[in-house]
């Protein structure tokens, strides 16, 4: 099978629920920064404006939105209840994704980006 060329194709390739969830997290990702392009780096869906804003994919049990570590440790009380690591962020696949989280930590991520040059690794 071909690799994704693709964000809608990497998006369709995956099981119905992946797709759901990942369209729910795309959307909210988009609030943040409606000039950012979307494109795929490492074959998986970002977000870029002027370098990377924040990674995201779909597994088997889980969608992972990869922001930064300060994104996290920003919002790490209120990540408890999902796995994290130092950059990312794992929400079980069969529940749905929290939004309103979501879009402060995307919005907290693009400002970091634009005001403070904080870069994605």
């Not at 909210?28 to 869906?45: F, V």
């Not at 994704?97 to 919005?107: C, S």
């Not at 970091?112 to 904080?118: I, L, P, R, Y």
């Amino acid at each position: 099978m071909d690799k994704p060329k693709t964000v809608e194709a990497y998006i369709a390739s995956k099981s119905k629920e992946a797709q759901q969830r990942l369209e729910e997290l795309r959307r909210c990702l988009r609030l943040a920064d409606s000039n950012a392009d979307e494109a795929l780096k490492w074959g998986k869906p970002a977000f870029v404006n002027n370098g990377i804003l924040y990674v995201y994919a779909a597994f088997n049990k889980h969608i992972s939105l990869h922001p930064t570590p300060s994104v996290i440790n920003a919002f790490r009380n209120e990540l408890n209840a999902y796995r994290l690591s130092d950059n990312t962020i794992q929400f079980p696949i069969e529940k749905s994704i929290p939004k309103d989280l979501i879009i402060k930590m995307a919005e907290l991520r693009v400002f970091e980006k634009n005001e403070k040059g904080v870069g994605w690794k």
